[in-house]
C-alpha cells in the first residue's frame, strides 16, 4: 500500500471542499486494512475514517492518517425461494448496490435509491428514506477496531440502530472501521409505498401493480426533482434531522402555526419536517457568496463551488437560532462535522 501526504479531499466529500489529508491510503481488502491498522511506523499517528464523504462537512485540513475503504464485492452467502442473504462490501457504492438488489428482485432497499454514499457508511448513519430504514434489512455489520486490527461482528441489536444514530456514532464513535454489511432481502418483498409523493408518481408512470423497479424509478423521479445532484453543486443532501417534539408542544405549535405538518411517531412524540420550518423561517433560497440553501429544498445547504466547510457551519448555526426563535424547535445536524 502506498501511503501518501497531503493529498486533497475534494473528491471524496460530496460538499466538495478543498480540504487536505496529512496522509493518505486507500484500503482494497480487509487485510490490507488491518495491516495498516497494526504498522508500528503509523501506530501513534491518528487515524480517520472516510468512505464516500457524503454525511460529512470538512471545516479544515485533517491532521491524520485518512484511510479511506475500497472494499469491494457482493456475494450470495444463503438463498431460498423466499429469501437472499447478501454479504457486500463497505466500498460499495450504496445507489449501486441498490441497482444490483432491484435487477436481481431482491426486495428490501428499493427505498433508498439515488442515496449517495457507501454500502459502509450505510449502516453508521441507518440511512433512510420513504418509510424505510436501513435497520430493517441489516443481519450484521463486519468491523476492524481501529486500535489494534481484530475483527468483529456485530449483530443488528449490537448496532443499536435509532434515527440516523446508530452505536458507530455514539459509544463506538472513531473506534471501528466499518468493512462491510450483511443483508437479507427478500424474493417476494411487501412493497412500501405508503407516501404520497410516491403514490403519486406511480400513478403519472401508469405502474398500477408495481414492482420494485417502479418504486425504484419513482424514487430516483422525486429525489432528482427535489435534491441537487452533489456532482453539480456540492452538498450533503438532508442536513438537519427532522426534529421529534412532544404532542403537547406539537398542539401549542399548531396554535400558532395551524399549517405546520406533522407525523406521528407515537402515542407521545410527534415528527416536524425541518425542511418546512427552514423554509418557513425565510432561509429557502437564501445565498451568501459561494454557499447558501437550495432553492427547491430548504433542507439542503449547498456550495456552489468555492465555499469553506467554515462557512457552511456557520451559515447552520445562523438557521438553528433562526427556527428555534420562531418555534421553540432545536434543530440537529444530521451531518457530522469534521
Not at 508500528?40 to 462537512?57: M, Q, R, V, Y
Not at 475500497?70 to 457486500?88: A, F, R, Y
Request: hydrophobic share 40%; aromatic share 8%.
Amino acid at each position: 500500500m502506498l501511503v501518501q501526504s497531503n493529498v486533497s479531499l475534494r473528491h471524496l466529500n460530496t460538499f466538495g471542499l478543498d480540504a487536505d489529508a496529512r496522509y493518505f491510503v486507500n484500503a482494497r481488502s480487509v487485510d490490507e486494512l488491518t495491516a495498516i491498522l497494526r504498522d508500528p511506523e503509523w501506530k501513534e499517528t491518528p487515524k480517520f475514517i472516510l468512505g464516500g464523504g457524503s454525511n460529512i462537512l470538512l471545516t479544515k485540513d485533517i491532521e491524520a492518517l485518512v484511510i479511506h475503504p475500497d472494499i469491494k464485492g457482493i456475494i450470495i452467502k444463503e438463498e431460498n425461494e423466499e429469501t437472499v442473504v447478501l454479504e457486500v462490501g463497505a466500498g460499495e457504492v450504496w445507489h449501486d448496490f441498490v441497482m444490483h438488489c432491484v435487477s436481481n428482485g431482491y426486495g428490501g432497499v428499493e427505498n433508498l435509491s439515488l442515496i449517495p454514499g457507501t454500502v459502509g457508511a450505510a449502516p453508521m448513519q441507518n440511512i433512510g428514506a420513504y418509510g424505510v430504514e436501513i435497520k430493517s434489512v441489516v443481519e450484521a455489520v463486519e468491523a476492524v477496531d481501529i486500535q489494534n486490527g481484530e475483527k468483529r461482528v456485530f449483530s443488528n441489536a449490537e448496532c443499536e440502530f435509532g434515527y440516523r444514530e446508530s452505536v458507530f456514532k455514539k459509544a463506538l464513535k472513531n473506534k471501528y472501521v466499518i468493512t462491510g454489511a450483511t443483508f437479507k432481502l427478500s424474493k417476494k418483498p411487501v412493497l412500501n409505498a405508503a407516501y404520497g409523493d410516491v403514490q403519486k408518481t406511480l400513478l403519472e408512470m401508469g405502474a398500477e401493480n408495481p414492482t420494485i423497479r417502479d418504486i425504484s424509478e419513482a424514487i430516483m423521479a422525486i429525489r432528482r426533482s427535489k435534491l441537487p445532484d452533489p456532482a453539480e453543486i456540492g452538498n450533503a443532501g438532508s442536513f438537519f434531522k427532522n426534529p421529534e417534539i412532544p404532542v403537547a408542544q406539537f398542539t401549542q405549535l399548531r396554535e400558532t402555526f395551524p399549517e405546520v405538518p406533522g407525523y406521528p411517531v407515537d402515542a407521545e412524540t410527534v415528527k416536524v419536517p425541518a425542511g418546512w420550518l427552514i423554509e418557513k423561517a425565510g432561509w429557502k433560497g437564501y445565498r451568501e457568496g459561494e454557499i447558501g440553501v437550495h432553492a427547491r429544498q430548504a433542507l439542503v445547504l449547498v456550495n456552489y463551488g468555492g465555499g469553506t466547510g467554515a462557512q457552511i457551519k456557520a451559515l447552520s448555526e445562523k438557521i438553528q437560532e433562526s427556527v428555534a426563535g420562531k418555534f421553540g424547535i432545536r434543530l440537529n445536524a444530521e451531518v457530522n462535522f469534521i
